[in-house]
């Protein structure tokens, strides 16, 4: 399919990134990267070009004096044992031995130099993993179900589908320039494990009598994201047959490639264009594109997982388990990548796991060893049986390394967390998310409580604060949840205050609830002034500002 873009604003009215990617490819940055940067150094980067290093899957991280942060792409959060050495090699020897989970599956490493990247670029082409495109404004990282292939509630294992989409788009020239960042999901899990509301593109599991027989396949949604403006993403009225599932991304891509919007930079996710033109307008396009398809067929979505797997689970191979671990706030040291590698070898499939909760699983555990498996010393820390909230708390990297990040956020979510395990008891494992800025990697707009940086101004200066936000939930299909973003509450809360106000209103709800309620169905009962009565009673008492 050659790259012919209908551009949808008059040239003089592009944003200037555009302008930027026209002149050059996102992509022709990488050779750059390996042929003349790493030689020259730091000092030796245009402007233009610092930005197109994106689309190597690297930031400049802060305070922009010379090193970088890099993700790497974990198709359906599913890595090998010598893919994760691989990691473990490159934390060591660059990035001063920090490896974090992200929110999609990826791998994050901070403190790389210019200079340390065409070794990296080789060492994870060596065991078949890239950091090209998981950043930048082109198909990103395609997450999944991280239990695909030993899933008892999965309809069909997703793995080679997300490999095949993964494949055709990975440094594909015809979709490296597209209107803004692009992301997809792909599962079978009934669970709705991947988020299906708040991706781009997401494939949901479905089934369809078809001739007579029922096919397995899948249902799609469109325009989905958070950030400063959150949409959930809206079902076509389409069922997809899982060999055309490819089919469909190369149609939903391109259909955003060229009608999406250019003009600002702000206003040019897909989730503008979904919500001026609406699902069947979208899905009309759609099959102008790549033909006709079936409507759609039955939902197979009857909850939300949220991701969280902790402790020991039965695969729907009998006689092997999984064992979910906890990783707060996804940061985990390149000795205990390597210790849950041999783990993963000696005991297991070999095979390591991420999830978009930021915590990982160990996958194909005997019966027979799994007492053994839980006495591994990397399992102290990173345990399957965490604390309540702890094992439920989530943060994005914060202004420790991110330039758009206005406060620090993990540790303070850690901290927060461990207040919350001494002070409150809770049947309940409510979800509590950390997010610096509004571009909300952490993804705090789905949480039960969600926690966004800010400033508040003292008499002593300029001190770090959050917004807090209650109630949010991804959706359970026809039976289950309906998704809804949390509501912001009015009043700022200072850093160093947040524990006590987060216990204060969890009192609140352990109070009132009815039994067994869960927190989201407890703010839906009350309702979001009830929280905001309760947090401004905290404020007027001086406890806040």
């Known amino acids: 399919m050659a790259y012919e873009p209908i ?109 340390h990247l065409p070794d990296i670029f080789k060492r994870l082409d060596e065991v078949g993993l890239y950091s090209y495109e998981a950043c930048g404004d082109c198909p990103r990282t395609i997450v999944g179900n991280p239990l695909a292939g030993i899933d008892k509630n999965e309809l069909i294992d997703t793995t080679e589908i997300v490999e095949e989409v993964n494949r055709f ?39 369809k009598v078809i ?28 069922f997809v047959r899982p060999e055309e599932v490819l089919k469909v991304a190369i149609g939903v891509t391109t259909i955003f490639r060229d009608y999406g919007y250019r003009e600002k930079r702000h206003q040019a996710r897909l989730k503008f264009l ?25 939902d197979k979505t009857v909850g939300w997982q949220a991701a969280y797997f902790d402790g020991v689970h039965p695969q729907k191979q009998e006689g092997l388990n999984y064992i979910g ?31 978009m909760s930021q915590n990982i699983l160990l996958s194909g555990i005997p019966d027979n060893k799994v007492e053994e498996v839980l006495q591994a010393p990397v399992l102290r820390r990173l345990t399957p049986f965490p604390k309540h909230f702890m094992s439920r708390t ?26 919350l395990d001494q002070h409150v008891s809770l049947d309940e494992k409510v ?31 300029m001190v770090d604060a959050f917004d807090i936000a209650v109630g949010g939930t991804l959706g359970g299909g026809a039976n289950g949840p309906q998704a809804q973003f949390n509501q912001a509450l009015k009043g700022r809360v200072k850093g160093d205050q947040v524990a ?26 009350v309702g979001v002034p009830a929280f905001q009565e309760q947090l401004s009673q905290i404020l007027e008492a001086g406890i806040a500002s």
Not at 219 to 238: F, N, T, Y
Request: proline letters at 3%.
């Open 169 to 207: 788009f990975l440094l594909n020239r015809d979709f490296s320039n597209l209107p803004r960042k692009y992301k997809m999901s792909i599962s079978a899990n009934i669970y709705n494990n991947a988020q299906a509301e708040i991706n781009d593109l997401a494939f949901t599991p479905a089934v």
């Open 325 to 355: 671990l906890n990783v707060p706030v996804g940061r985990l040291n390149a000795d205990e990548l390597e210790q849950l590698a041999d783990v993963a070898d000696q005991y297991g499939d070999g095979k390591i796991r991420t999830t």
């Open 394 to 419: 989530v943060s994005c990297t914060g202004n420790e390394f991110c330039n758009l990040a206005i406060v620090e956020t993990k540790q303070r979510a850690i901290e927060v967390a461990e207040y």
């Open 7 to 115: 551009w949808t604003a008059e040239p003089e009215k592009l944003n200037k990134f555009e302008f930027v990617k026209l002149e050059k490819d996102g992509l022709d940055v990488i050779r750059t990267i390996i042929e003349e940067y790493a030689d020259k150094g730091f000092d030796s980067i245009p402007a233009d070009d610092m930005d197109r290093f994106k689309w190597a899957g690297v930031y400049q991280q802060k305070p922009r004096d010379g090193h970088f942060m890099m993700r790497v792409r974990i198709n359906t959060g599913i890595m090998t044992t010598a893919q994760a050495r691989a990691l473990t090699d490159i934390a060591r020897l660059y990035g001063r031995d920090l490896v974090d989970v992200t929110t999609r599956q990826a791998i994050q490493f901070h403190w790389l130099r210019v200079e």
């Open 274 to 298: 979904v919500a001026d033109w609406g699902p069947e307008k979208f899905k009309d396009k759609l099959v102008e594109l790549v033909g006709e398809l079936e409507s759609r067929g039955e």
């Open 500 to 525: 006590y106000v987060l216990e204060q209103l969890l009192l609140f709800y352990k109070s009132n609830r009815n039994a067994s309620e869960s927190f989201h169905d407890f703010v839906l009962r």
């Open 431 to 461: 979800r509590i998310h950390f997010i610096g800025c509004p571009n909300a990697c952490g993804q705090k707009h789905i949480a039960d409580i969600g926690l966004q940086g800010s400033l508040v101004k003292t008499p002593e200066g």
């Open 211 to 238: 001739d007579g027989k029922e096919v397995i396949g899948f249902h799609a949604m469109v325009g989905g994201g958070l950030s400063a403006k959150p949409h959930l993403a809206k079902s076509l009225d389409i």
